[in-house]
């Protein structure tokens, strides 16, 4: 069975041999060629997405050169070229191609020619990155990284993580895909899935083997912070191509983004590398893209931005876009966030004890999930109750939201064990001032011999009363 590197597009990264029999560009055979379009049109009936496309393309080839249109070609790279233009002069598809394989100087199956295979594969790789350009945070607090590909999830995912860590306080993100050529579908479905906080259905890939359909889903959990609500700008490219076009058709169409620049390159269907002979490979498209919600693809037509303008401009018109986007959600948020403040307000306000805990328990939680309260700010507002307004239950009940929310915090089991001993709730003091000291000492904090001294006093309150 051949060997098929699964991906939507990125040719480039293959490490490929080369045999001499095949190598020498000192003018092809009649018999050569008719072997190579045979071996081609075989590939593409077995794999092809299309059968009665991919039997017409081979029709097409085999009269090509029974009419005598390949008997000039003299070099596999010009026969790759022409190959190229025949296939998708019959079946439109921009994925299939046919290139020539690299040349190496050492002889095939000699130590000199894997370390040379090796090292120009680690070449390849460091030069890659992974996909990932650059990242940054550019003024008016906007985020921009810059994709080359979409690596493999299972190498790429940590590099994904720190990059996008680095912009997840930002108030926009510009994504420029405008040098993608592609890559994994499934690190296309990781990086989509930090700009949705629900369950949503990107996209579906049908392959001809097995006649099976692949659902891409947003993953409910990522490395890093999501980015649900930040205003999001992608600028794409004629260059934009396979990959790299779903994540921008999965933007645009789940309306998440604007699109900036060009028109895409137009290729939909996913496949695999599949080699021709030891000098010549074809890519073969063995799949198709199907979009949920328009229920077609971007094959053959490209990802049609909402903002058509030039290469050279796309960036400064992202930017334009994205620091008026990320002004108007810090307004935005900050009247969210001020409503989400006053309510938790209200709700002390209005505190009653025996029945008002649940209540500020789930609006303090409201306060944490909107980054407007964190442990620190929990603590110092139930210690002002404690302390300066004299509300132990209300104090106490602070305490216990934090304790819930951050179960790994040493200081959040003191303050709370603090707060049972002032409203007289002696049973559980020992068990949450042991557990401060337990887990102080777990991760090495430099309190923990406070927080001993806490525990002791503690016990001989308890021991007093």
């Keep these: 069975m051949k060997k098929i590197i699964s991906a939507y597009f990125y040719i480039a990264t293959l490490a490929l041999v080369w045999n001499p029999s095949y ?16 071996k081609l049109s075989e590939l593409m009936n077995d794999h092809y997405v299309f059968p009665e496309v991919a ?20 070099n596999h790279g010009e026969l790759a070229k022409i190959l190229t233009s025949a296939v998708q002069s019959i079946n439109k598809d921009k994925h299939m191609k046919v290139w020539k394989n690299d040349a190496y100087e050492a002889p095939e199956n000699t130590p000199e020619r894997m370390i040379e295979e090796k090292l120009d594969g680690l070449d390849r790789y460091k030069w890659y990155n992974l996909g990932f350009l650059e990242a940054k945070v550019m003024r008016g607090n906007i985020g921009y990284i810059s994709l080359s ?35 994994d579908p499934s690190m296309v479905q990781y990086l989509c899935s930090y700009f949705f906080d629900k369950k949503v259905h990107l996209n579906s890939l049908y392959y001809r083997q097995d006649d099976r359909t692949i659902d891409f889903w947003t993953l409910d959990e990522v490395g890093g912070e999501k980015m649900p609500d930040v205003p999001l700008y992608v600028i794409t490219g004629s260059r934009t191509f396979s990959g790299a076009e779903e994540f921008s058709y999965n933007m645009q169409t789940q309306k998440r983004a604007t699109l900036i620049g ?34 077609t693809n971007w094959e053959g037509v490209g990802v049609i931005p909402e903002i058509k303008v030039s290469q050279e401009e796309a ?13 108007e959600y810090r307004e935005d948020l900050r009247k969210k966030n001020t409503d989400t403040f006053l309510q938790l307000s209200s709700k002390l306000t209005a505190y009653k004890k025996g ?14 999930d909107a980054g407007i309260l964190n442990e620190y700010d929990i603590n110092s507002l139930g210690y002002e109750y404690l302390m300066q307004y004299e509300q132990p239950h209300l104090a106490m009940c602070l305490f216990r939201s934090n304790k819930i929310l951050h179960p790994e915090s040493p200081n959040a089991y003191d303050s709370y064990g603090e707060s049972l001993i002032a409203t007289g709730n ?10 401060a000291v337990e887990l102080a000492a777990k991760y090495e904090e430099h309190n923990l011999e406070m927080y001993q001294k806490n525990r002791d006093m503690a016990k001989k309150k308890i021991s007093g009363k």
Excluded: W
């Design 426 to 435: 002696y049973e559980e003091v020992m068990e949450n001032y042991n557990k």
């Design 55 to 74: 039997q017409a393309t081979a029709d097409h080839l085999m009269a090509e050169l029974k009419a005598g249109n390949y008997s000039s070609i003299e």
């Design 315 to 327: 960036l400064d018109s992202a930017i334009t876009l994205a620091l008026q986007g990320a002004k």
């Design 149 to 183: 590909g979409f690596a493999r999830v299972d190498e790429g995912k940590d590099m994904a993580d720190a990059y996008m860590k680095l912009i997840e306080m930002t108030d926009a993100v510009i994504i420029d895909l405008s040098k993608n050529g592609g890559g």
């Design 262 to 295: 060009q028109t895409t390159g137009g290729g939909a269907n996913p496949g695999g590398t599949m080699m021709i002979n030891d000098s010549l490979r074809v890519f073969i498209p063995t799949g198709r893209a199907i979009n949920p919600i328009t229920q």
């Design 355 to 368: 029945i008002s805990e649940d209540d500020v328990h789930n609006q303090v939680v409201k306060c944490v």
């Design 23 to 38: 190598g020498q560009d000192n003018g092809l055979s009649e018999s050569y060629l008719e072997e190579v379009i045979s």
